[in-house]
């Protein structure tokens, strides 16, 4: 063959293995982005269809394997739903929280969001990375697109002596490993888990925790305390640092005391969540001193449990009746009644004694001073 044979012959050669190699990138990338289109779909459709991994944590069954225990007529993949505290969730809630989206939705909305201040809110400088705070920092968002793990966020104030109560609502479906509310102290590291998906709260002594699926964590152990909560449920928190009691509520009635002996404690307020595009607001956080004017508050609330507000039946002046509002309100509009868990939850005993627990605890405090 000649010279020129040759060349042409190398060129063809050349030419087509280009063809062929361009063919193969082309497929690649078209397999690429197909992949990438379907990871959209199911992204935009777990939303509302939360299907298998739709919640887009990409974990195995053993990231959390404690929670192999739990019923499997509802699996954690799947949002608990019929807990909400009033119908408002249906409704679309805006990203920022407008003013003129909170007068439209007061007409339907009994969730009581009308508080204008609040003890503190969602602390930016402590949180996880995984977290956007919105509405004046109190909503907290967790993982924007998707999970890799566990995102947590405290509060901007320590819960210092006195009476603290709090409220957070589950602003989104409620699904996954877990989404939790309680206390912690300062030692916590809030970033500890960012890949892992687990309970945080309650995984040391320095936390307590209350998660979704009604179990409570502490100290790595985890008991039942009340059935489960979802989308629209409002979890109270109170917590007493002159008796050393903690107390949760679960749309405004009570579970039970979940911890005592908390005296001379620091606590800061926390949540955390392992589901994606998961988000809690605080509705509220008040707090008091505790003095004989709160005391007598607290038990007259007792007396009269079967009312909204118990200044509404008070024979007081309007002028008192203003007074206590401001400073005290929370208190009279506590429902210590007790809280029967559902059929499918297997509650412990702590249900059925928040209303003694903490008056035997107070009378005993009032005897020691």
């Known amino acids: 063959m000649s010279r020129q044979g040759k060349v042409a012959y190398l060129s063809q050669n050349s030419m087509a293995r280009r063809t062929r190699s361009s063919r193969a990138w082309h497929f690649v990338l078209s397999g690429v982005r197909r992949e990438a289109d379907t990871r959209a779909v199911a992204l935009a459709t777990g939303a509302r269809g939360w299907g298998y ?59 009581g969001e009308e508080d204008e201040y609040f003890d503190w809110v969602w602390d930016d400088l402590n949180k996880s990375t995984a977290t956007l705070l919105t509405c004046d920092n109190r909503k907290v968002n967790f993982h924007m697109e998707y999970s890799c793990g566990t995102a947590a966020i405290r509060g901007n104030k320590e819960l210092a002596d006195g009476q603290h109560f709090w409220e957070i609502k589950m602003t989104s479906p409620v699904y996954g490993t877990d989404m939790m509310v309680g206390i912690g102290t300062s030692d916590v590291n809030l970033d500890k888990y960012r890949h892992t998906f687990c309970s945080l709260l309650g995984k040391d002594e320095d936390s307590w925790g209350l998660s979704y699926t009604g179990l409570l964590h502490h100290k790595g152990d985890k008991t039942n305390f009340s059935s489960r909560f979802g989308q629209g449920s409002i979890i109270g928190v109170h917590l007493d640092t002159w008796h050393g009691t903690l107390t949760f509520f679960k749309n405004r009635k009570c579970i039970g ?26 509705i509220r956080s008040c707090a008091s001193c505790t003095s004989l004017q709160y005391l007598c508050c607290y038990r007259l609330r007792q007396l009269l449990p079967d009312y909204v507000d118990t200044l509404e039946v008070l024979p007081l002046p309007p002028g008192l009746k203003q007074v206590l509002h401001n400073k005290l309100g929370w208190v009279l509009s506590m429902n210590y009644s007790t809280l029967k868990p559902s059929s499918s939850s297997s509650g412990s005993d702590s249900d059925s004694s928040c209303s003694s627990d903490a008056e ?5 405090r009032c005897r020691r001073t």
């Open 257 to 282: 005391v979940a911890a005592t002996k908390l005296q001379n404690k620091k606590f800061y307020p926390m949540v955390c969540s392992t589901a994606a595009k998961s988000s809690m607001k605080v």
């Open 53 to 111: 991994d739709s919640d887009g944590q990409h974990s195995d069954s053993d990231s959390e394997p404690e929670f192999s225990s739990l019923s499997p007529s509802i699996p954690s993949a799947i949002p608990v739903t019929g807990e909400s505290y009033c119908n408002c969730e249906n409704q679309s809630e805006a990203p920022y929280c407008s003013s003129l989206h909170a007068l439209h939705r007061v007409k339907d909305c009994q969730c």
């Open 360 to 364: 035997a605890c107070q009378r005993k």
